[in-house]
């Protein structure tokens, strides 16, 4: 299993303004997830990030408004851009293990104001 | 495009209760299939996983099956306690290791 820390685990933050979320791993891991989960919805995939490569974003999302960085094994923050109160959500990352199962940070909720 | 589908959304039941959680998926050439457990403005934590060579998995009083010909997994609660409540959400893993959800099934389980 793999653990991970997210910080910070919640936020409140000013329209226009921008919010980096990180997340450390306790082990070397290839490949590192982002996903946003609005308010009663289930969790949607924004990102795929590889150490060393762009990351790959799913369809909605893109690099200007979500900046996504992966400077090595055991690490990657997620930017929240020029705010509004409809990126207010939970954003939690994750991992493979070694077994093919997920695993997730505790999360971070981001209310917008 | 894979989907995911839980049934039912909600669902009360009184403690001592068994039940179970239903979930299909459209594209039956999935990896593995993954249960997790969310309380309230928390993360994931990860219950049971089946790769996709796999019928069924049990964790105490958890036990989860896996049809891929018909797309369906079933997660069964043997005797519901109050603490058992929470949004039980059903994955699939797709071909790059990312996860494709449903929208989860709120439980309640009554004193």
């Known amino acids: 299993s793999a653990v991970i820390s997210q910080k910070p685990s919640r936020d409140i933050c000013q329209r226009g303004t921008s919010l980096t979320i990180q997340c450390q791993v306790d082990s070397q891991v290839t490949m590192m997830f982002w996903y946003r989960q609005q308010p009663g919805q289930s969790l949607t995939l924004i990102a795929t990030a590889n150490q060393g490569s762009e990351a790959t974003y799913e369809s909605g999302f893109v690099i200007d408004k979500f900046p996504i960085s992966r400077p090595n094994l055991t690490f990657s923050t997620l930017t929240v851009s020029n705010m509004s109160p409809e990126d207010s959500s939970i954003y939690l990352c994750?991992?493979?293990?070694?077994?093919?199962?997920?695993?997730f940070g505790q999360g971070t909720r981001l209310t917008v104001v | 495009k894979q989907e995911v589908t839980q049934i039912p959304a909600a669902l009360s039941v009184p403690e001592g209760e068994n039940l179970v959680l239903n979930c299909s998926f459209t594209d039956s050439a999935i990896y593995n299939l993954q249960w997790f457990r969310q309380d309230p403005g928390k993360g994931l934590t990860s219950l049971l996983l089946?790769?996709?060579?796999?019928r069924e998995q049990t964790s105490g009083r958890l036990n989860a099956s896996l049809d891929k010909s018909s797309g369906r997994s079933t997660l069964y609660i043997a005797a519901s306690q109050p603490g058992d409540s929470a949004t039980y959400l059903c994955?699939?893993?797709?071909?790059?290791?990312?996860?494709?959800f449903g929208k989860g099934t709120k439980l309640s389980v009554k004193p």
């Open positions: 089946i790769q996709s060579s796999q």
């Open positions: 994750s991992v493979d293990g070694t077994t093919g199962d997920g695993f």
């Open positions: 994955a699939v893993v797709g071909s790059q290791g990312n996860l494709i």
